[in-house]
């Protein structure tokens, strides 16, 4: 007679996904198991506010005495299944629990601390900038960064008494030297600036940062973490249009700011420079962010006194496609990169075509700097990302004729999704500065950005041939 087995229970499943590979991260890192239904994907989760349990639950959520989990970045618990009360919620605006995930997760991916999701790449940036800055401080900007940051920063920045200068030559101590101030709050920066992919030295620009106290912020919308991390070189503030390659199907508008942990606030204060969302209280009775969450505490203070004041909060139907978007991240730059190098490469050698601004390309000046940053492939080229610049023949009459020749890329603005796209930038995204901003940055009429989807390379380049043949019958 066959005995029964003994009883065995099952290895709990793993709710702190630390250690573990940037791949299986993407898949995993955020979610939690709800136990109350057995959904395996993390649903999303449409509410606008939250039960409080009773009287004294609401008055803790309130005044700060209890918090949100998510915000320490403490994964959600062996218990499993999400508890309203665990996490501490108040209102969607703050925060929401498919959010959540896409938030941790993406802390996850950049090796931050804390993340706080937002309704878009401008919104992401505006919050991280607004943490740090007020009425009367100024923050220094490296020159080639996306055209709508510029237009934001000398704007609306601008109207609200938050001055800019820019540095274009990263590696010339004597313009930080003019540029900063002792007002200055933040150096704000570009992992893969585009149209031109002229990459920048993150590490030059941390240890600049480092001798004057000062919170590098930079915007890894094209590198994204699959190819860069910022925080590995010195940085210590990440924000993403997560728009493009993260959500990466080019459905859902969104941005994220996350937090590397990493800056030194109290030694900024004792070097004059203060940041009093961070370290101050902004209740009496409450301790300030930096004593109450650490190395999390600015990211608290972006969600709490700017994203909750000001109010660009993501959907949570946006947040879903984002931690969705994620789980695929890596695998789909794998393909974005092999195809933009092998596009990139060819469009060097045909007649019709000027020149190729892609930084991993052997030919360009920044190619060592790429592959020292981003990696190379087995043909010694650097991996720096799938938006990139080509310069036909023939200035505006060869772009357009170009542009008018693709069937395959998609006449559009926007970048980092599955599709590939074409965009004329001296028309559109830098169609408002001054000649010499864009001679500075090498807009030229005959300039033209690719993104460089996920469709079939052969295809692409086939589209591309006809195109040049366009620019050649001018
Ligand atoms: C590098 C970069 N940052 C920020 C943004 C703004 O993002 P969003 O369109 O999501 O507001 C963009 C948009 O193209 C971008 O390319």
Redesign the pocket.
Known sequence: MNSAPPPQSAAPPVYDWEGFGFDTRQVHAGEYPDRNSGLRVPPIALSAGYLFDDFDDQVSRFDGSIHWRADEHAGHGEAGGFSPSEHAPIYSRQGNPTNWVAEERLASLEGGTVSVAVA????A?SAALFALAQQGDHIVSTGSI?G??RILFGRSFKRFGIEFDYVWDAENDAEWERAIRPDTKAIYT?TIP?PRNDITDLRRIAEVAARYNLPVVV?N??GTPALIRPFEHGCHIVVH?T??FLTGHGAA???AVVDGGTFDWEAAERAGRSYPLVTQSSRPGVAPMLERFGRGAYARAVRESVVNDIGPTLSPFHGFLLHQGMETLSLRMERHVESSLRIATWLEEQPEVESVDYAGLPSNPLHGLAVRDYGADAAGRGRTGSVFGVTVRGGIDGARAFVNGLRVFSRMTG?GDTRSMVLHPLTSTHGTFAPEVNGRLGITPGLLRLSVGLESADDLIRDLRGALDAVRAL
Do not use: P
Not at 120 to 123: D, L
């Open positions: 878009s790449g401008q919104a940036i996306y709508g940051t570009e585009n915007d919308t094209v249009s728009t493009k508008v969104g941005g970048i």
